[in-house]
Every structure is written in C-alpha cells, then in structure tokens.
C-alpha cells in the first residue's frame, strides 16, 4: 500500500469500472490466490453498490470466488499492459508460478482476506451475491461493493484524472490479441 492508496465513496464507486476498462479479478481460498484479467466488468447499482463480472466456467479464478464468495476488481493502467495480458491468457490451473511468473505483487487491507494486486489504479472489493442459475447459465456473477479505493494520482474527488494524467496511468480497453486502447481524450457536451 503507499501513500496514494485512498478509499472511494461507495455511491461512486461505479465511477471506477463505467468507462469500461479491462480489470483484473483476484481472489483468495484456503491459501490459494489467483488473478486474472476480465473486460466484462459493468457498475450495476448505486446503493448498495454492485458489479456484475462474466467468468467462464473454465476460469481458476472462478472455483475461488465460488469457493470464499469474495474477490476483487482491480483497474490497471498502460503500464501494466504485458501482465493483464499474460494473466488474461495463462491459467492457474496450468501454471501454478503464473503470478511469479508475470511478477504480481499483491498487498492487504486490514480486515479483508482478498489479495489486491499491486500498481493498479483502482480496487473494488465485493461480496458475492449467489445466484446459482446466473452463475450457471451465464456465468454471471453479481458482487457487492464493500469496500472501493483508487489511486489518488489518478482519480480524485470522485472524477478519473486522465486528461492530466502521463500516458502510463492511462486505462486499458481490451480488442483483441494482443490489442488494447488506452483511455483517450476527453469530450465535454453541453
């Protein structure tokens, strides 16, 4: 954790995740943690706070969260675009080095068990909120944010930052292989 690690307001917490950024998702089971990168991440209530993630059913990351009913949305930025991709592409369950591998460093917050992964811009902490038949049918999984802090470097009174922010801290949006966008210029209308 370092000196810019401040926490959201839950109410706007969807202001992390509504531009629609490729997150990373980590969780943690008897011992175990795993992260993998996901781009279907959507904000889904205000109060209380909700997400909803799509993990396939093949994905390692998934049994934990099924496991702990806990895990975590992160937003990682231009610098960390080699690992989302290697975390969006490598299993656990074939690798088990994949964190140490790719050079991971996660970090704790006091009182909660998920693994929160180091040099991102934003974290969501969540509940989950089991639906079996979503989970099963659509592998959708709707989580309750409880806990939601961002890098203030980047995201400050409740707004992102990235039209004065260096290219590094710039958000990913995920094409495909090996494609991403950064978050560009900003738009106002009147």
Same mark, same amino acid.
């Given at each position: ?22 997150? *990373? $998702? /980590?969780? +943690? ?15 889904? !209530? ?69 693994? *929160? $992964? /180091?040099? +991102? ?15 099963? !049918? ?53």
């Amino acid at each position: 954790m370092n000196q810019y690690f401040t926490s959201v307001e839950l109410e706007k917490a969807y202001r992390l995740i509504n531009h629609g950024p490729a997150t *990373l $998702v /980590s969780a +943690c089971h008897d011992g175990i943690t795993n992260v993998m990168a996901a781009s279907w991440v959507c904000g889904l !209530d205000f109060k209380p706070a909700k997400l909803t993630v799509v993990l396939d059913k093949s994905a390692f990351t998934r049994q934990l969260i099924e496991k702990s009913n806990k895990f975590v949305i992160q937003v990682p930025n231009a610098k960390q675009a080699e690992m989302v991709h290697y975390l969006g592409t490598h299993s656990k369950a074939n690798n088990h080095n994949k964190l140490s591998d790719v050079g991971v460093e996660c970090f704790y917050v006091d009182g909660i068990e998920q693994p *929160l $992964v /180091s040099g +991102c811009s934003a974290w969501l902490y969540c509940e989950l909120i089991p639906l079996e038949a979503n989970q099963r !049918d659509h592998d959708l999984f709707i989580g309750e944010v409880k806990a939601a802090w961002a890098d203030s470097r980047i995201f400050r009174d409740g707004h992102w930052q990235f039209e004065t922010a260096a290219d590094e801290w710039k958000s990913l949006h995920y094409i495909a292989g090996k494609h991403f966008y950064k978050t560009g210029e900003a738009l106002d209308v009147k």
